[in-house]
């Protein structure tokens, strides 16, 4: 594998499921991204964990929970969801000190359904 | 608060130039970022600014005026493959943010 990858592909669940959502880099990467991409919405950052700290969390309704237990794994978990949280989640990651600009590496996205 | 317009969609023709203007206005400005997505696909980086000037790299080029908080992306010989969302993006120091656009749909016909 290389790269960022994302599984699920594609997820449908129901408002009271709970479901993780995974996201793996193989770069080498010390920072990692969570975005939500909705049509016709500019991407959101979602949350940001450098060196496996959480270092922005931007309002983010506490039915999404992160976890980051090293440094070239992401999760996402989901529980009673909404159905406007429907969406493509976006995995990303760099490399960088705080404050330089750096390339993000984006993984393919999971497209989520709630129903 | 922080905030990126860029046009929603352009046509342009096969083998033509088109340029993708973004304007930000941003605390904490530290550099400027474009992307491409196509349909169901990942957005792929395609080039930065950080400093004011031009960037060429092959056929893309960016463009970053941080006074008029201005930037533009232009592609040359345009090619159906470039259809796709450009995304415009600002970086701001301090959590290696990125804050985007809705991005602008391009569409390159025959």
């Known amino acids: 594998e290389t790269g960022v990858t994302q599984t699920p592909r594609h997820l449908v669940m129901g408002m009271t499921n709970k479901k993780s959502l995974k996201c793996e880099q193989h770069?080498?990467?010390?920072?990692m991204y969570w975005y939500k991409q909705s049509a016709k919405k500019p991407l959101e950052l979602m949350f940001v964990?450098?060196?496996?700290?959480?270092?922005e969390n931007n309002s983010v309704p506490s039915r999404f929970s992160p976890e980051c237990p090293n440094s070239s794994h992401l999760f996402l978990h989901l529980h009673t969801l909404q159905p406007e949280d429907s969406a493509l989640y976006l995995c990303a990651s760099s490399q960088g000190g705080q404050g330089a600009p750096v390339e993000q590496y984006f993984g393919p996205g999971t497209r989520l359904t709630v129903t | 608060g922080q905030n990126i317009d860029q046009p929603t969609e352009m046509t342009a023709t096969e083998g033509a130039i088109v340029q993708i203007n973004c304007t930000y206005q941003?605390?904490?400005?530290?550099?400027l970022f474009w992307y491409q997505q196509h349909a169901g696909e990942a957005p792929t980086f395609l080039s930065y600014?950080?400093?004011?000037g031009l960037e060429e790299k092959g056929r893309f080029s960016s463009f970053l005026s941080r006074s008029k908080g201005y930037s533009y992306l232009l592609l040359k010989e345009l090619q159906m493959k470039d259809s796709a969302s450009y995304l415009c993006?600002?970086?701001?120091?301090?959590?290696?943010?990125?804050?985007f656009g809705t991005g602008t749909q391009l569409k390159v016909e025959l």
């Open positions: 941003t605390s904490g400005f530290n550099g």
């Open positions: 993006a600002a970086f701001t120091g301090g959590g290696n943010k990125l804050t």
């Open positions: 964990y450098s060196l496996e700290e959480r270092v």
């Open positions: 770069l080498g990467h010390n920072a």
């Open positions: 600014n950080v400093l004011d």
